[in-house]
């Protein structure tokens, strides 16, 4: 049976998640996609309707907003951020969110895409949720639970705090983000806006899961340059760019340097955009690593083999152009442990079992935390993320929603 807390927070992600807010990597504006806006007014709707009485967007799309402090004591300032916008990776579109009460480890075969069948088998962290009510949706799309359960987890929390005056704590400050997914989330957020002292992402995965960590990344374009001829007349003097770029490519590790063969602190560089042409051809690669210095490492990696590549094809050449994404916030916390020390005696104390966690990928904390914001990551319940297979357990948010109470007054009580 669901409690109260449960079924409003379930009840608002399922709102949330039918509000198309995908973004878009390839787009030159800020946000990516116009339509995140369309969430982030309703947010900000909500929270003065549930007391928020300062809660606005800016022009690029961030939502602010203040729970305001009902102590005397002079405490840290604490954020908590989650982000709108969904991956580009598969539809966010019309998306049909469907309950399933009181889940009993039985495969779920979603209904507008017969063929995708979530299972415990597939999905081992399911099984550990028998009894949970589950969200996913209808099989043509993913769910938007990355981050839209952390949103519902963080209005319902405000709501929460608001009514309840007997929780004591400093000042909460609420951000919701766009363009997190594309790696852009706080490109154009106005810190002297957010005034906070710390702050938290609500953006993680496991019940209990706190996330210290996550990649150090770049992004890095190889580009090799062939030569142009008339395929008619084209012996001994055409180099096909696609053809040197596809030489290239299969030299690429099979093992041991790859998404698809490394796991937990091991890094890799994943190619993931092609474009390529007679005379020239590109590849985008994501280099990942959780210690900054193995980065040029794994980049002097693809340019050995871009150099051995043009041995193959006299008279091609080539060009690499890196760009710096964001490092493993664990360099910023490491300064202020306490920032995660509170947050495990919340999680106890909420009955949580805290587990430290790494994150393969990013989050906007690591951005947030060289921005003077430490900001670790905080879990939701979302799974099989960027898929039609992702889903949410309810009680995996109420869980989120009591560590954060908590969380509040760890902060006020050492204040």
């Given at each position: 049976?669901?409690?109260?807390?449960?079924?409003?927070?379930?009840?608002?992600?399922?709102?949330?998640?039918q509000?198309?807010?995908?973004s878009?990597?390839?787009?030159?504006?800020?946000?990516?996609?116009?339509?995140?806006?369309?969430?982030?007014?309703?947010?900000?709707?909500?929270?003065?309707?549930?007391?928020?009485?300062d809660?606005?967007?800016?022009?690029?799309?961030?939502v602010?907003?203040?729970?305001?402090?009902?102590t005397?004591k002079?405490?840290?300032?604490?954020c908590?951020?989650?982000?709108?916008?969904?991956?580009?990776?598969?539809?966010?579109?019309?998306?049909?969110?469907?309950?399933?009460?009181?889940?009993?480890?039985?495969?779920?075969?979603l209904?507008?895409?017969?063929?995708?069948?979530?299972?415990?088998?597939?999905?081992?962290y399911?099984?550990?949720?028998?009894?949970?009510?589950?969200?996913?949706?209808?099989?043509s799309?993913?769910?938007?639970?990355?981050?839209?359960?952390?949103?519902?987890?963080?209005?319902?929390?405000?709501?929460?705090?608001?009514?309840?005056?007997?929780?004591?704590?400093?000042?909460?400050?609420?951000?919701?983000t766009?363009d997190?997914?594309?790696?852009?989330?706080?490109?154009?957020?106005?810190?002297?806006?957010?005034?906070?002292?710390?702050?938290?992402?609500?953006?993680?995965?496991?019940?209990?899961?706190?996330?210290g960590?996550?990649?150090?990344?770049?992004?890095?374009?190889?580009?090799?340059?062939?030569?142009?001829?008339?395929?008619?007349?084209a012996?001994?003097?055409?180099?096909?760019?696609?053809?040197?770029?596809?030489h290239?490519?299969?030299?690429?590790?099979?093992?041991?340097?790859?998404?698809?063969?490394?796991?937990?602190?091991?890094?890799?560089?994943?190619?993931?955009?092609?474009?390529?042409?007679?005379?020239?051809?590109?590849?985008?690669?994501?280099?990942?690593?959780f210690?900054?210095a193995?980065?040029?490492?794994?980049?002097?990696?693809?340019?050995?083999?871009?150099?051995?590549?043009l041995?193959?094809?006299?008279?091609?050449?080539?060009?690499?152009a890196?760009?710096?994404?964001?490092?493993?916030?664990?360099?910023?916390?490491?300064?202020?442990?306490?920032?995660?020390?509170?947050?495990?005696?919340?999680?106890?104390?909420a009955?949580?079992e805290?587990?430290?966690?790494l994150v393969?990928?990013?989050?906007?904390?690591?951005?947030?935390?060289?921005?003077?914001?430490?900001?670790?990551?905080?879990?939701?319940?979302?799974?099989?993320?960027?898929?039609?297979?992702?889903?949410?357990?309810?009680?995996?948010?109420?869980?989120?929603?009591d560590?954060?109470?908590?969380?509040?007054?760890?902060?006020?009580?050492?204040g």
């Open positions: 049976m669901m409690t109260e807390k449960a079924r409003k927070v379930a009840d608002r992600l399922m709102r949330y998640v509000v198309d807010t995908q878009d990597p390839y787009s030159e504006t800020f946000p990516s996609t116009e339509k995140q806006k369309n969430l982030s007014l309703l947010l900000v709707d909500e929270l003065q309707s549930i007391g928020v009485t809660a606005y967007m800016d022009e690029w799309g961030y602010f907003g203040t729970v305001p402090s009902n005397d002079k405490i840290e300032t604490i908590f951020c989650s982000h709108v916008d969904t991956a580009p990776d598969c539809s966010g579109a019309n998306v049909k969110p469907i309950l399933h009460q009181d889940y009993q480890g039985q495969d779920i075969t209904p507008d895409d017969t063929t995708q069948v979530i299972t415990t088998n597939q999905h081992s399911l099984a550990e949720r028998i009894g949970d009510d589950i969200i996913t949706a209808s099989g799309t993913l769910l938007g639970a990355d981050d839209k359960a952390g949103v519902a987890i963080i209005m319902q929390l405000a709501e929460e705090l608001i009514q309840n005056s007997s929780v004591k704590h400093g000042d909460i400050r609420i951000l919701f766009p997190e997914e594309v790696g852009r989330g706080v490109d154009k957020l106005d810190m002297t806006k957010l005034n906070a002292d710390v702050g938290y992402t609500l953006d993680g995965g496991t019940r209990g899961s706190l996330e960590d996550t990649f150090s990344a770049n992004a890095m374009t190889v580009t090799f340059h062939g030569i142009s001829a008339h395929p008619g007349y012996k001994g003097k055409m180099v096909n760019a696609v053809k040197v770029l596809s290239f490519l299969e030299t690429l590790p099979p093992t041991g340097l790859s998404p698809e063969t490394t796991s937990r602190a091991e890094g890799f560089v994943h190619p993931y955009n092609l474009k390529g042409q007679l005379e020239v051809a590109s590849v985008d690669f994501l280099i990942r690593d210690t900054t193995n980065l040029e490492k794994h980049q002097q990696v693809l340019i050995d083999l871009a150099e051995k590549t041995a193959h094809y006299p008279g091609a050449r080539y060009e690499v890196v760009k710096e994404q964001y490092r493993n916030m664990r360099e910023m916390l490491n300064q202020f442990p306490h920032i995660e020390d509170n947050a495990v005696e919340a999680m106890k104390r009955g949580v805290p587990k430290q966690d393969r990928g990013g989050t906007d904390g690591s951005r947030l935390s060289f921005m003077g914001l430490p900001c670790p990551n905080i879990f939701t319940g979302e799974m099989a993320i960027h898929s039609k297979h992702e889903y949410v357990s309810v009680q995996d948010m109420e869980a989120a929603i560590t954060c109470m908590e969380l509040v007054q760890v902060y006020e009580e050492k």
